[in-house]
């Protein structure tokens, strides 16, 4: 073999294994990866009950109610759609009707089962997701544009 036939059967070797390797970053990257949706993209999308997601909105008024065993029931909202969430366990102190909440979970026929549930963190925040979920649905009564930062707050 010719000199210049062994440096290019190095380069292409080490181009697969990078190719390879990426590959691998990637499809391990894919099981982490949490989307985000509103009520309304989330009706509009319909991601498959595996996939694991996020959803923002305001927890709909008289919707939250505790069946029991430690489970909550609440409706999640961006004033244009509504998304019921299932959630186990303790919730945020700052949790309660009215209120921007981000759920994280999966979607299981129709119900949103949620892992974990984010509450804001005083009364002029509200996370910059749901804040931009309802601008898009033009229902935005607070003040300026971004949210979180026009009132000089910060997660």
Known sequence: MKRKHKRLTFVFIALLLLGSAAALVLTAFEDNIVFF????????????????????????????????DGVVTFKITDTASTVPVRYKGILPDLFREGQGVVAEGRMRDGVFQADEVLAK???????????????????????????GAAQGKSE
């Open 121 to 147: 963190h005083d009364e002029n925040y509200m996370p910059p997701e749901v804040a931009e979920a309802i601008k898009k649905t033009g229902q935005w009564k607070g003040q300026g544009d971004a949210p």
């Open 37 to 68: 949706y509103s009520p309304t993209e989330l009706a509009e999308k319909s991601p498959g009950p595996n996939q694991r997601l996020r959803i923002g909105g305001l927890v709909e008024d008289g919707s939250v109610a505790k069946p029991g």
